[in-house]
């Protein structure tokens, strides 16, 4: 079946603006992911969906961080007023509820901040 | 910070050769994973050893646990150019098992 979409595949914006990343998980995984890579470096886990349950936001690193989850399947990561040491890959995962274990991921999405 | 380390953080080797990669971790974990990442994109989940392991085989792949001197090792035995990647372990936290905590990856290059 399909895997985990991500899209845009790439974004370039400037310093200041917002950015909005989709992530599509595998149908029927009610655990959803996201997670930030800087180049070079091992993932940094920002914040968790399991169900209707309230996530786990502990990870995102500032008040311009927020993400949400409709429906219980699509998800959006949004970055407002966007720095420069936003530039990362962002990548998302989702994996069925009962084995949050093992984490699906999609491509990622790759944003510069210039 | 309570990410791992992996060594060597470079590898290259000539094809058909074996390939070992190490990662320490520094809590107690349940299970710790690899994963491998092509191009700086999606990981692909590759194995999982539970801590009461001591060793799996998957195919090409041979992990080992020591939980003791908390590290594990990947072995890519009889290695192909598509093993060109970069790879990573991982290990949930034990307060919250879908938080994974990564290694910084080892990245290997197989020379045709």
């Known amino acids: 079946g399909a895997g985990v979409s991500q899209s845009p595949s790439n974004k370039v914006t400037e310093k200041g603006k917002d950015v909005e990343l989709r992530c599509d998980p595998i149908s029927g995984h009610t655990a959803l992911y996201w997670y930030r890579q800087s180049l070079g470096q091992g993932l940094e886990f920002l914040i968790y969906f399991q169900g209707n349950s309230a996530p786990d936001k502990s990870g995102l690193p500032s008040d311009r961080f927020s993400a949400e989850r409709t429906g219980g399947s699509v998800s959006t990561l949004t970055i407002q007023r966007t720095q420069q040491e936003d530039s990362a890959v962002y990548l998302c995962?989702?994996?069925?509820?009962?084995?949050?274990?093992?984490?699906?991921f999609g491509p990622g999405t790759r944003l510069l901040v210039l | 910070s309570q990410q791992g380390e992996e060594d060597p953080q470079a590898l290259s080797i000539q094809e058909g050769e074996n390939a070992t990669m190490n990662c320490s971790y520094k809590t107690s974990i349940n299970n710790l994973q690899w994963y491998r990442q092509n191009s700086g994109r999606g990981l692909v989940h590759l194995i999982l050893i539970r801590s009461n392991e001591r060793e799996k085989h998957s195919g090409r792949l041979r992990v080992t646990l020591d939980t003791s001197k908390k590290s594990s090792s990947l072995l890519i035995t009889a290695s192909r150019a598509a093993d060109t990647a970069s790879y990573f372990c991982a290990n949930p936290r034990m307060d919250s098992s879908y938080k994974l905590i990564f290694g910084s990856g080892t990245r290997l290059l197989v020379r045709p």
């Open positions: 995962a989702s994996s069925p509820g009962d084995r949050v274990e093992t984490q699906y």
